[in-house]
């Protein structure tokens, strides 16, 4: 960090109550500063202050956050090295001529550096995006422009993040072959399917390492092995490993892989796309301007951005042991909870090659979508951001195998750094009082717990 | 430089323990309640004269950081806290 900051070292007793007072008195200049203002007082209930009403659901404060598999907190030790870049040094790092662009290019220099070192590669290999969606968008349409003439078939699975789909379903319409290889029902893709489905024309293999709605961990070193030894480039969404998982790109051998910050306690709106250089990996750039980040992906890199991403790959790093040992304590308790008070809870996806911190059950006989209106405490979601628009469930469910209504059940929790112990108590007394209660009006719990097979029932038709 | 004495080491750790008191945000504070007690208590293991300097001096800058950030979340305190620090009902 540059020590030319002044920083005062000691905010003294008397200042921290002063600004505690002045956040009162200040009114908010700006527009959404006064509309964040009118929304939150418009939504406190006037018979019981201190309650948020919002969709017409009433809950007395702030949900606990089991969701770090949509997004995170960020840090507080890198808001602390973004800050800077939006108070004074706010520079364009593109601009050569003064000490602003020079502070600035500094700064994402030093970032770079950051998330080479997380993944164990060059900063020389390292572009800057606008999140693990772009890196995803340039690896696979990028990749495949580039390479058109000679290689027309892309191998990925059916379980990958929906902008890795969408790409390939846009090369589709191009005239490009993709393979979408089924997985088991343990969410693992089977390398021999990989084997069978390469052809002399394949020239890209997607498979993302941890997945984000059942968190399971592919065979991401042997998945490399086959590639190399075919000569075919491996691209990865490491969106969700990055900081929780060991992620070394010279162990997997990939050629491209992409990066998220905002899941790993990092502000929105950057990401990274690791490109190898030995041997050289070219893609087609999907951002055409100004030629940044070496011509692969023109605009302005967002300085604070990059800062942020940086801190949060070096915080990460340094306590990817801590923490990850701190949430497998906290999977173990969710878990044993869970199932201590209920039967019928099935965990989606392989329990052994799995994150600890993503953990996706299915409660039988129980309506989805009830089960988390009930649990409004509680900040979960079932199945993955990008999809829960629809009404479907989840492909990635369809893709295991998992039954329909099984599927409509499924909730994910996500635990990361910041989740307590006594959250996963609360979450657990939650959800159990929940689904105790919807079971208790469910006439088909009732049939099963008299025996009688819900399969065999012949139901009758009007 | 010296190693720090055992009344500074004391001194750093209630540090951090108050400025993580002074955070609005029920799961930052208890993160760094937490991280704390876990580090010093892996750290009191540490022997050697350099990486204990190294131990206190790293647990020093984050003092400052945490003490920035304090203010910082304060200033932003939502109105309604989390429903962990609201005592249940049910």
Redesign the interface.
């Known amino acids: 960090m540059s020590s030319s900051l002044r920083r005062t070292t000691s905010i003294s007793k008397t200042i921290a109550p002063a600004l505690t007072h002045l956040k009162t008195l200040i009114q908010p200049y700006s527009a959404t500063a006064v509309a964040l203002e009118s929304s939150t007082s418009t939504a406190y209930n006037e018979e019981e202050p201190g309650a948020i009403s919002m969709k017409g659901v009433k809950i007395s404060g702030r949900p606990l956050y089991l969701d770090m598999q949509a997004t995170s907190p960020v840090d507080p030790r890198v808001l602390d090295a973004m800050l800077p870049y939006f108070v004074s040094h706010y520079g364009n790092p593109h601009s050569r001529t003064h000490l602003y662009g020079w502070e600035s290019e500094q700064a994402v220099e030093r970032a770079r550096e950051q998330v080479a070192a997380s993944i164990n590669a060059s900063p020389k290999e390292i572009v800057f995006t606008s999140g693990a969606t772009e890196s995803n968008n340039i690896s696979v349409k990028g990749f495949m422009r580039f390479h058109k003439e000679s290689k027309r078939h892309v191998i990925t699975t059916q379980t990958e993040h929906k902008c890795v789909l969408d790409s390939c379903r846009h090369l589709q319409q191009q005239g490009f072959d993709v393979t979408y290889l089924p997985v088991g029902s343990d969410g693992l893709v089977k390398l021999s399917d990989l084997e069978a489905a390469i052809r002399p024309d394949t020239g890209l293999v997607s498979i993302m390492t941890v997945n984000n709605e059942i968190g399971v961990v592919q065979p991401m070193a042997e998945i490399g092995q086959i590639c190399k030894k075919h000569g075919i480039v491996l691209h990865t969404d490491a969106a969700q490993a990055l900081g929780k998982i060991p992620v070394d790109v010279q162990e997997i051998g990939v050629g491209l892989m992409s990066l998220s910050a905002h899941k790993i306690y990092g502000p929105k709106g950057v990401g990274a796309l690791y490109i190898r250089r030995r041997p050289r990996v070219r893609v087609e750039p999907q951002m055409s301007g100004g030629g940044q980040e070496r011509g692969l992906r023109s605009g302005t890199v967002p300085t604070p951005l990059a800062v942020g991403m940086g801190a949060a790959c070096e915080v990460a790093v340094k306590e990817m042991e801590y923490d990850s040992k701190h949430v497998q304590v906290l999977q173990q308790r969710l878990l044993n909870g869970i199932r201590s008070r209920l039967d019928g809870v099935v965990i989606n996806g392989s329990e052994e090659h799995r994150y600890w911190g993503n953990l996706n059950l299915s409660f039988a006989y129980v309506e989805g979508e009830s089960l988390l209106m009930g649990l409004k405490e509680v900040a979960v979601s079932s199945g993955s951001a990008c999809t829960s628009a629809s009404l479907e469930p989840s492909y990635v469910l369809r893709a295991l195998g998992v039954d329909e209504d099984m599927a409509h059940t499924s909730i994910r929790f996500g635990m990361g750094r910041f989740t307590t112990e006594e959250e996963i108590d609360r979450a657990v007394e939650l959800t159990v009082n929940q689904v105790e209660k919807l079971r208790e009006m469910s006439p088909l719990y009732e049939m099963v717990k008299d025996g009688i097979d819900i399969k065999s029932i012949q139901w009758a038709q009007h | 430089m010296s190693s720090p004495s055992r009344t500074e080491i004391l001194g750093l750790f209630r540090s951090l323990l108050k400025t993580a008191r002074?955070?609005p945000d029920y799961?930052?504070r208890?993160?760094m309640k937490?991280?704390t007690i876990?580090g010093f208590r892996q750290n009191s293991k540490l022997t050697d004269a350099p990486s204990v300097s190294s131990a206190f001096l790293d647990a020093n800058s984050?003092l400052?950081?945490?003490?920035?950030?304090?203010?910082?979340?304060?200033?932003y305190a939502?109105?309604?806290?989390?429903?962990?620090?609201?005592k249940?009902?049910?």
Do not use: H
């Not at chain 2, 400052?64 to 200033?75: F, I, N, P, S, W």
């Not at chain 2, 939502?78 to 609201?86: A, C, D, G, L």
């Open positions: 002074k955070f799961n930052i208890e993160y937490r991280r876990d984050q400052e950081v945490a003490k920035r950030q304090a203010v910082v979340y304060t200033l939502p109105p309604i806290k989390s429903v962990m620090e609201i249940s009902t049910s």
